[in-house]
């Protein structure tokens, strides 16, 4: 599983990730999954995932997971979301994502 730069939560025992959702889900409860990050490398277990349309994730888990500044928007974090996927459009309220729960091992 890769991730665009450093966050913060790849430093937490257990951390979430909101992915756009492409077909089924990559990856199932219980496993095992390389993380990688531009200067992190480790594994973990998949905990739990689900998916939702983008409007009902909370403002709250997008800004964690989005690491917001104070002051952003839900579109804002929308389109923070698009720049991790190489697509043109940001994502949309309608569109379903994927939340992943995470235990680093």
Known sequence: MDFSQDWKKLDDRVFAT???????LKYSPDENVEIVSPKKRFTANVLYSCSNKLKEIPMTF???DLEAKKGETRRDLYNK???????SDPPEDDDTVTIYLLERL
């Open 18 to 24: 909101i992915r756009i959702h492409k077909g089924e």
């Open 62 to 64: 997008l800004q964690y």
């Open 81 to 87: 979301l698009a720049k991790r996927y190489p697509r």
